[in-house]
T-cell receptor, first 115, second 117 residues
Framework: EPEVTQTPSHQVTQMGQEVILRCVPI?????FYWYRQILGQKVEFLVS????????KSEIFDDQFSVERPDGSNFTLKIRSTKLEDSAMYFC?????????????FGPGTRLTVT | AQSVAQPEDQVNVAEGNPLTVKCTYS??????LFWYVQYPNRGLQFLLK??????LVKGSYGFEAEFNKSQTSFHLKKPSALVSDSALYFC???????????????FGKGTKLSVIP
């Protein structure tokens, strides 16, 4: 069964450093998403991406964040200058389409620790 | 704005007994509702969804969920729990009137299910 994959599984970085989290969505999916979960809190939506542009973003997704689909398979989330409060589990997801209520398939997550 | 509440942080049930994990939601229009399960060190796995039609939805691994519009609930159920069902369960909602280009899911905080042998 196709899966969403994410690398690395755990990333430790120092405050102020840039990090790039990588995701490989399911190959025939067209919509891509990033969510995050701060320890003990809810899973929160960050951004959705379709046709090489952001289709929606939340208040969390400020100018420090960016997303990119650099080639036909990868989908990345960049945090330009990390803060302590960016420490969280980051989940990538993809769906076949979005107009219909297609379910989103999630990757295993990247645990980001900012020190 | 849409929101989801999972009132129980943890549910304990004996193996073989029926289980229920509760979820209530709030949307301005009609909801699309989802249940996901997360096993340790794994991503969120889709279990089932309610879009329209029959209020009882059947999903993977013998789980089902009942949509109740008057109570704005979408409780997850299974007639006979297995030890392997022990995991973290998330309810999620999307408002069908959330606007063009808005497909974000809003999640509950999650409920930890422990099935005791």
């Amino acid at each position: 069964e196709p899966e969403v994959t994410q690398t690395p599984s755990h990333q430790v970085t120092q405050m102020g450093q840039e990090v790039i989290l990588r995701c490989v969505p399911i190959s025939n999916h067209l919509y891509f998403y990033w969510y995050r979960q701060i320890l003990g809190q809810k899973v929160e939506f960050l951004v959705s991406f379709y046709n090489n542009e952001i289709s929606e973003k939340s208040e969390i997704f400020d100018d420090q964040f960016s997303v990119e689909r650099p080639d036909g398979s990868n989908f990345t989330l960049k945090i330009r200058s990390t803060k302590l409060e960016d420490s969280a589990m980051y989940f990538c997801a993809s769906s076949e389409a979005a107009g219909q209520p297609y379910e989103q398939y999630f990757g295993p997550g990247t645990r980001l620790t900012v020190t | 704005a849409q929101s989801v509440a999972q009132p129980e942080d943890q549910v304990n049930v004996a193996e073989g007994n029926p289980l229920t994990v509760k979820c209530t939601y709030s949307v301005s229009g009609n909801p699309y509702l989802f249940w996901y399960v997360q096993y340790p060190n794994r991503g969120l796995q889709f279990l089932l969804k309610y879009i329209t039609g029959d209020n009882l939805v059947k999903g993977s691994y013998g789980f089902e969920a009942e949509f109740n519009k008057s109570q704005t609930s979408f409780h997850l159920k299974k007639p006979s729990a297995l030890v392997s069902d022990s995991a973290l369960y998330f309810c999620a909602v999307r408002d069908i009137y959330s606007g063009a280009g808005s497909y974000q899911l809003t999640f509950g905080k999650g409920t930890k299910l422990s099935v005791i042998p």
